[in-house]
């Protein structure tokens, strides 16, 4: 068994969703959104897995749902990335201010 409390998992699940937050909501290149996006995923993903190894009643449900996150996020990180080709094809920039088309 781990020393490690699931406190010391909690904290460090909050410290990377608020990065990955922060970095989401104050960077203007996409792929660094993305990326954290994946970050917030991650923090999301060691919540499950730390609850479903030290919770009440241990099981294997959450290192399921945290692989079955982690396939979603590679689905979601591949039609980003083509979008985001597919838009950089267009207006040579990554910077996520000049992609108002949607807007209208």
Do not use: W
């Not at 203007?28 to 897995?49: D, F």
């Not at 190894?53 to 083509?82: K, N, T």
Request: glycine share 6%; aromatic share 8%.
């Amino acid at each position: 068994m781990t020393s490690i409390p699931v406190s010391g998992y909690l904290t460090v699940a909050l410290l990377l969703f608020s990065i990955g937050l922060f970095g989401a909501l104050t960077k203007k290149n996409t792929v660094i959104v993305l990326i954290c996006i994946e970050l917030m995923l991650n923090a999301v993903n060691l919540n499950l897995v730390a609850f479903s190894r030290m919770g009440a009643v241990p099981s294997i449900d959450g290192q399921i749902f945290a692989l079955f996150s982690i396939a979603v996020a590679a689905a979601e990180a591949a039609v980003g990335l083509a979008i985001l080709l597919a838009l950089y094809r267009n207006r040579k920039t990554v910077k996520i201010t000049e992609f108002t088309d949607l807007k209208h």
